[in-house]
């Protein structure tokens, strides 16, 4: 932890509430408007036909909306929360990153919550295109697609937090080795 003045401390403390605060109603604000294209995609795409109108083609591009609104919002929301971590070790907030460290990170459960919502959106855009297309075919293979998508992706970032861990490790032991080494030449 730095020093650091009373009032750089209180700027990253608002910062660190603003983010936070900003996540929390950015997460609100998204589940409204998924709630709103998937029920509308639902609703457009089990409506009678309009003559020579595929109502599925706007449900699908409904779901494909959100789902687009949802991956970039993600990625909005992680790099937020980067920068909460940054500020959380400069100011000595410690507690969140504990939290999720040990009661969070690599569990079971919470690998299928990161994800519900692209199960979702897969099986919706399935259903879609079987509507759409009328192929069974079509339907299995974009539901398998999506869904080792999911599994691929979930691989890559667990391999990445992976190799990421180990790098810190070795950082934090080269350090250590080098903190020796300058105390013994001290000595």
């Known amino acids: 932890m730095e020093l650091m003045s009373d009032e750089e401390r209180e700027a990253l403390l608002t910062e660190y509430k603003t983010l936070h605060d900003e996540n929390w109603r950015r997460g609100q604000n998204m589940w409204v408007v998924y709630s709103i ?6 609703i457009v795409a089990f409506q009678s036909r309009i003559e020579n109108f595929p109502c599925p083609l706007v ?11 949802h991956a970039t919002t993600e990625q909005v929301t992680r790099i937020t929360y980067e920068r909460m971590g940054e500020i959380g070790e400069m100011l000595g907030i410690i507690g969140p990153k504990k939290m999720y460290e040990s009661q969070i990170k690599g569990k079971w459960w919470y690998r299928i919550r990161r994800n519900e919502a692209y199960a979702l959106f897969t099986i919706l855009i399935s259903v879609y295109s079987l509507l759409l297309f009328n192929r069974v075919f079509l339907s299995i293979a974009v539901l398998v ?8 992706v979930e691989i890559y970032c667990h391999l990445r937090r992976e190799v990421r861990e180990s790098i810190e490790k070795e ?5 250590e080795k080098k903190k020796k080494k300058g105390l013994a030449s001290y000595e």
């Open 171 to 175: 950082m934090m032991k080269a350090l």
């Open 59 to 69: 449900s699908l591009a409904l779901i494909v909306m959100a789902l687009i609104m």
């Open 145 to 152: 697609t999506g869904f080792l998508l999911i599994i691929a």
């Open 37 to 42: 294209l998937i029920t509308g995609s639902l």
